[in-house]
Nanobody
């Protein structure tokens, strides 16, 4: 199991921006994908944006055109730039990593970071 440390959440006004960052502890040689998910109380966790080891990206419809996921290989972090934020973007955001160790696939999660969009 690896540790994921998230940062960058907070309170922002509608139309503002936030940048979430997720750092992974330890070195992993076989990462399938990394992503950001969101979860509201009583609801299932859902994908916001993902990025594969090959650099391919995918986004939830609600995130397209406003959010950008990227990797910083030097720092081994994955970032989510969120622009034009709306009140409906308010949620707890979780970083995820999907990787392989000795032929077995794992999913690990960060502790979550609160994003609140409100005036």
């Amino acid at each position: 199991q690896v540790q994921l440390v998230e940062s960058g959440g907070g309170l922002v006004q509608p139309g503002g921006s936030l940048r979430l960052s997720c750092a992974v502890s330890g070195r992993l040689s076989s990462i399938n994908a990394r992503g950001w998910y969101r979860q509201a109380p009583g609801k299932e966790r859902e994908l916001v944006a993902g990025i594969t080891s090959g650099g391919g990206t995918n986004y939830a419809d609600s995130a397209k055109g406003r959010f950008t996921i990227s990797r910083d290989n030097a720092k081994d972090t994955v970032n989510l730039q969120m622009n034009s934020l709306k009140p409906e973007d308010t949620d707890v955001y979780y970083c995820n990593i999907n990787y392989i160790v000795r032929g077995r696939t794992y999913d690990d999660w960060g502790q979550g970071t609160q994003v609140t969009v409100s005036s």
